[in-house]
């Protein structure tokens, strides 16, 4: 599940995923290998990849958020991500943008993420 933002006045959308390449689930998979250290739930599950674009060259673009700006990885997750990425074969080259716009909130967990802390 990929969060796809409604939009807020005054606030740049973020535009939904493509999820028609054949990378995009082995990307996504990579995705859930990275966990934020503070919550026992995988980050793609999370939601703090906003979108996964992927050219015909096979160059990835993964555009992201954290849980809080005060995230005490907020200068390594990106890296772990780019990391994880990259280890998909077929992958030319990786890039993570980490954005703060729209915030991260509870919503944009996935129903697994939600079961897995209890919340559902």
């Given amino acids: 599940m990929t969060y796809t933002p409604e939009p807020v006045e005054g606030e740049p959308l973020i535009a939904p995923s493509s999820t028609e390449h054949a990378l995009h689930e082995p990307i996504v998979e990579a995705c859930r290998s990275v966990f934020d250290p503070e919550i026992p739930v ?15 060259e096979n160059d990835v ?10 995230c005490p990885v907020a200068g390594e997750m990106p890296g772990w991500v780019q990391e994880a990425v990259a280890g998909v074969g077929g992958i030319r ?3 993570v943008a980490l954005v703060w716009s729209p915030p991260w909130g509870m919503e944009m967990m996935s129903d697994e993420a939600r079961l897995e802390l209890g919340f559902m």
């Fill in 61 to 70: 673009m993964i555009t992201m958020t954290l849980t809080a700006p005060g």
């Fill in 93 to 95: 080259n990786v890039e």
């Fill in 42 to 56: 995988n980050i793609y599950d999370l939601g703090l990849i906003y979108t996964i674009e992927i050219s015909d």
